[in-house]
């Protein structure tokens, strides 16, 4: 057995040491090498570069346009009636049938006159929301006609008198009460005609054994001294109050009795008196929504959209909002070129949200890589965010456009891409 001592243990490890310090300082040197590693030499050909376009340089957005774009809003749950703010509002509504094809339950209506019949009244149920003046309890009148005809999704407000839908030649109802706001808003009544409802009942009873043409049919519509568009619910799914035709009769007995018909079908239709034609406007019920048209053609095709940000600037003096207060989010849908927007999904929706004056998309890359790949241009659309603020309210959002005269306040975009050097 061999013994080391201390001095040879001190020379061993001292030797360990003076190993590793060259070990290391020999990687150093190596690493300190100018030329570049196999790897290396590789990435550096394809290092990509980098480039900014702004709308502030470069004209990527090339033009905007406002447009009504006709949406399906029968039975949305509720409806408006009402004149404000350059809107007209009126909503035509049919009943459900109380004479039944199969039943004898209400033939004896046929038979009677208006002696038999003590009260008709329709019952409504107004909602908090409202567009104008809501300050003055009796700032809405309406009168109601009867419909004598059926209308469709295609019908517009235009359209309703051309296709002699509402029978303005005599009318059969009026409200001209008060409406007062609260928490828990107070259903209103006023009288219907008891001749329009007999007539109705009569008509049925001649053609029960076929196919009917009544349409059990009303139309309310703003007296033109109106201030304010007031929001009613209506029919719906999940709907419990809707309007109500409340008939009180005499049976056969002379003794009081009482028909209550709920609501079938509801369908609002909107006049606007004129919009800003060089601002992007979106309001909701009008559905009037806008395109912004981009070209970013100067991009070269397949490079990599890394960034791209929008904003757009509020035009304040061109905003009208309800009760509820100005909307602090939109929807901007990418469609594909060559569209239909009745045909055709969205590719991608963006939210833009409100930020002081100003809405902001954080990131519109797939878009700008989506034009990129397809010709260079395309648009986007833009409207209001949700079932509530793009069919239940009225509020309006205005932007400056393409064409206003301070850049600064004209939509932005701003974009980083990069392509392989060389190419």
Request: charged content about 20%; some cysteine; aromatic content about 12%.
């Amino acid at each position: 057995m061999k013994i080391l001592n201390s001095e040879s243990c001190h020379f061993s490890y001292g030797r360990i040491k003076v190993l590793i310090v060259v070990f290391i300082t020999s990687l150093v040197l190596f690493s300190c090498n100018e030329q570049p590693t196999f790897v290396g030499e590789t990435l550096l050909q394809d290092t990509v570069t980098l480039y900014a376009l702004s709308t502030s340089t470069n004209d990527l957005i090339s033009g905007d346009s406002t447009f009504i774009f006709n949406i399906n809003t029968v039975n949305k749950g509720t409806f408006h009636i009402g004149k404000a703010n350059g809107i007209t509002a009126l909503t035509l509504v049919r009943f459900n049938e109380p004479l039944k094809q199969n039943t004898n339950d209400y033939d004896f209506f046929a038979s009677y006159d208006e002696s038999k019949i003590v009260s008709c009244k329709i019952k409504l149920y107004p909602l908090r929301y409202t567009f104008g003046d809501s300050t003055n309890p009796n700032s809405l009148s309406f009168r109601v006609y009867r419909v004598n005809n059926w209308w469709s999704n295609l019908t517009t407000y235009d359209s309703l008198e051309s296709g002699n839908i509402i029978d303005k030649s005599q009318e059969v109802g009026r409200f001209n009460g008060s409406i007062s706001q609260k928490d828990t808003m107070d259903a209103i009544d006023f009288d219907l005609s008891k001749k329009v409802f007999l007539d109705w009942c009569k008509q049925w009873y001649n053609t029960k054994k076929g196919d009917t043409s009544i349409v059990w049919g009303l139309a309310f519509v703003a007296d033109e001294g109106s201030s304010v568009i007031r929001q009613f619910a209506g029919t719906s799914q999940n709907s419990t109050n809707v309007i109500e035709m409340i008939v009180t009769y005499l049976d056969s007995t002379n003794t009081l009795d009482t028909l209550v018909v709920k609501e079938a079908m509801d369908k609002p239709f909107y006049k606007i008196d004129n919009f800003d034609s060089k601002s992007i406007t979106v309001q909701g019920g009008t559905t009037l929504r806008s395109r912004l048209y981009f070209d970013v053609s100067q991009i070269p095709v397949l490079s990599a959209i890394h960034s791209a940000q929008f904003e757009m600037t509020v035009k304040t003096d061109g905003c009208v909002y309800g009760n509820f207060g100005m909307d602090s989010t939109l929807y901007v849908e990418l469609y594909p070129n060559g569209h239909t927007l009745d045909k055709d999904t969205s590719l991608k929706t963006y939210m833009a949200e409100k930020k002081e004056n100003k809405f902001f998309i954080g990131s519109i890359t797939s878009s700008v890589e989506y034009w990129n790949r397809n010709g260079g241009k395309g648009f986007l659309v833009f409207h209001p965010e949700g079932a509530r603020n793009e069919r239940w309210e009225l509020d309006r959002l205005q932007f400056y456009g393409t064409n206003e005269p301070d850049s600064s306040k004209r939509p932005s975009l701003k974009i980083i891409y990069s392509r392989i050097r060389g190419k």
